[in-house]
C-alpha cells in the first residue's frame, strides 16, 4: 500500500515539474505553413509572422489557422512590403514595438451574414474575369436624416455573385493606381487590369490596347469616386480590345460617336456604361452574361438582348426608347423594375425559362398591348408588374403559373376578356383593379384565393366563369359578379 501512494505521489511530482519547465498557452509558438502563432486560453490565434505580400502590397488575412480563430495580428514584425491588411470579422492589429512603416488597416468585413442596414446607395460591384471586388460606398440615413457613413459596422456581404468569389471590399483610397501613357489602371489580378482612367479629353478616335505595361486589359471601369472612363466627347471612333471581359460603370461617352462595336468576349456590361446618344444601335456580343442599370443610353427602338444573358439589373432600359424588346430564354426571371414607363413597346414575349416577373417589372409601359409566354416555368407575376398599362389588350397566361401579385394589372383599361391557367391558386389584391373594360375572366377549380378586392375599382359588368362547386363561383356569388357555371374536363375549362 505504501509502495502504491509512493508511486502516485513520484507520478504527480513529475507532472508538476513537466508543467512548470513547458511554455505557457499563450507564450508557446506554433508553425502552420507561412504562418506563426500563439494562443490564448479561449484557443484564439496570434499571428506573429506572416508571408510577403503578393504585387498589391496587400495582405487577406486568414480566418483560421489550423482549425484556431485569428483574433489579433501581431504587425510588430510585418513585412516592409506590407501597406494594405484587410483582417477578417472580430480581429483586431497589434503591436509590441514601435512601427517603422506606415500601415493601413482595413474595414472589418464579415463574409457569412447580412446585417439589416438601410442604404441610401447599393455598392457597387466591379467584375473581374476571376474574382470580384465589393465597391462604392453604402450610406444609411440616421434619425433626424443626417447621412452617417458605416465606417464603425460591419458591411456584411455574400461571398459570391455569379459563381464568382468575392475578393475584399474596395476603397479608391486603397487601390495602388498605375499610370502608363494615356492610362490610369488598377490590378484584377498579377496578369489582368482595369482601366479607370484616359487623359485624353479631346480625342477624334480612340483605340484601347489589348494590354499596358504588358498586363491584359479585362475591363474598362470607372471607381466611384470618378468620373467616366473614356470621355471621347467628339470621338467619332472607339476601339475596344478583343481581351476585354467587362464595360463597366461609366465606360463609355461621347456624342459625336457612329459606330461602336463590343467585343466578342464581352461578358458584362455594367451601370451607366454606354452614354452614346449619336448611336441608334449597338449589337450586343453573344458572349454577353450581365447587364447593369441603365446600360445603355443610345436611340434605338429595337433591342435583342443575346441568349446566354442570365442577370439583367432592375432599371436596365429605363433610358432606352424601345419599340421592340426581345428577351433570351436563358434569362430565369424578369427583375423588379426592368423595364418602366417604356410608352413605345408594343410587344412582349416572356422567354421559356423565366419562372417569376418581378415588381413593377413593365409598370406605366403605356404602349404595350400584347403580352404572351413562350413556355410553361412562369409561376408567378409580381406586384404592379404590368400596372398602367393602359393599351394591354391581350395577355397569353401560361400553364404553370400559380400566382398573380397585388395589382398586377392594376389600371390595364382595354383588358376585355381573360382565361386563366387550370394551375392557377391565388390572385391578389387589386389584380385587375380598375380594370374598367373587364367583361369575362374564366378561372379553373384550382383556384384557392382571391381577394375581395381583386376586381376592385372598375368592372363593374363583370362575367366570372368557373366550375360549379369551385371556389370561384362562390367568391362570385357572394361578391355580386355575375357567375356563369363551365364544364371541367380533365384540368381544362369549356365555356
Not at 460606398?137 to 459596422?153: C, F, I, S, T, W
Request: aromatic letters at 10%.
Amino acid at each position: 500500500m505504501k509502495k502504491r501512494m509512493l508511486w502516485v505521489l513520484a507520478a504527480c511530482l513529475l507532472l508538476v515539474l513537466a508543467a512548470g519547465c513547458a511554455p505557457a498557452r499563450g507564450e508557446q509558438v506554433f508553425t502552420s505553413g507561412d504562418y506563426r502563432y500563439t494562443l490564448d486560453k479561449d484557443d484564439a490565434a496570434t499571428i506573429l509572422a506572416m508571408p510577403a505580400a503578393d504585387p498589391e502590397d496587400m495582405w487577406l488575412v486568414p480566418r483560421t489557422v489550423d482549425g484556431h480563430s485569428v483574433k489579433y495580428v501581431d504587425v510588430s514584425d510585418l513585412p516592409e512590403n506590407i501597406h494594405q491588411i484587410l483582417t477578417p470579422p472580430r480581429c483586431s492589429l497589434k503591436y509590441t514595438e514601435k512601427l517603422d512603416h506606415e500601415v493601413f488597416e482595413f474595414l472589418y468585413l464579415d463574409y457569412e451574414y447580412v446585417q439589416d442596414a438601410h442604404y441610401d446607395t447599393s455598392p457597387h460591384i466591379i467584375m473581374g474575369p476571376d474574382d470580384l471586388i465589393l465597391s462604392g460606398h453604402p450610406y444609411r440615413y440616421a434619425a433626424g436624416g443626417k447621412r452617417e457613413d458605416l465606417v464603425q459596422d460591419y458591411y456584411l456581404y455574400p461571398t459570391s455573385a455569379n459563381g464568382k468569389k468575392i475578393w475584399f471590399y474596395l476603397y479608391h483610397d486603397y487601390v495602388t493606381l498605375y499610370t502608363s501613357g494615356l492610362y490610369t489602371y488598377y490590378k484584377l489580378s498579377p496578369e489582368t487590369i482595369a482601366i479607370c482612367e484616359y487623359s485624353d479629353r479631346d480625342p477624334k478616335k480612340v483605340t484601347v490596347p489589348e494590354t499596358v505595361d504588358g498586363l491584359a486589359v479585362v475591363s474598362i471601369n470607372a471607381l466611384p469616386d470618378m468620373v467616366t472612363v473614356l470621355f471621347a466627347t467628339y470621338a467619332t471612333e472607339i476601339q475596344l480590345p478583343s481581351t476585354l471581359k467587362v464595360l463597366g460603370r461609366s465606360a463609355i461617352y461621347s456624342s459625336k460617336l457612329k459606330k461602336l462595336v463590343l467585343p466578342d468576349g464581352l461578358e458584362e456590361i455594367g451601370d451607366h456604361s454606354i452614354e452614346v446618344w449619336s448611336l441608334k444601335n449597338v449589337a450586343l456580343p453573344s458572349s454577353l452574361r450581365r447587364i447593369g442599370v441603365r446600360f445603355m443610353h443610345i436611340k434605338t427602338g429595337k433591342l435583342v438582348i443575346p441568349d446566354g444573358v442570365t442577370e439583367i439589373a432592375p432599371h436596365a432600359f429605363d433610358d432606352l426608347f424601345l419599340k421592340t424588346l426581345e428577351l433570351p430564354d436563358s434569362l430565369a426571371e424578369i427583375p423588379a423594375e426592368m423595364c418602366t414607363k417604356q410608352g413605345s413597346l408594343q410587344s412582349i414575349t416572356i422567354p421559356a425559362g423565366v419562372t417569376s416577373i418581378g415588381r413593377s417589372a413593365f409598370r406605366d409601359c403605356s404602349g404595350l398591348k400584347t403580352v404572351k409566354a413562350k413556355g410553361n416555368v412562369l409561376k408567378r407575376i409580381g406586384d404592379f408588374a404590368f400596372a398602367d398599362c393602359k393599351a394591354l389588350s391581350k395577355f397569353e397566361f401560361p400553364e404553370g403559373l400559380q400566382e398573380i401579385g397585388n395589382q398586377s394589372f392594376y389600371g390595364c383599361k382595354t383588358l376585355d376578356k381573360l382565361t386563366m391557367p387550370s394551375t392557377l391558386r391565388k390572385i391578389g389584391y387589386c389584380a385587375f383593379g380598375e380594370c374598367t373594360g373587364l367583361k369575362k375572366i374564366t378561372i379553373g377549380a384550382g383556384v384557392e384565393e382571391i381577394d375581395p378586392d381583386a376586381f376592385a375599382f372598375g368592372a363593374k359588368k363583370l362575367t366570372i366563369i368557373a366550375p360549379e362547386g369551385s371556389y370561384a363561383a362562390e367568391f362570385a356569388v357572394q361578391n355580386g359578379f355575375n357567375y356563369q357555371p363551365s364544364l371541367m374536363y380533365l384540368g381544362w375549362v369549356s365555356t
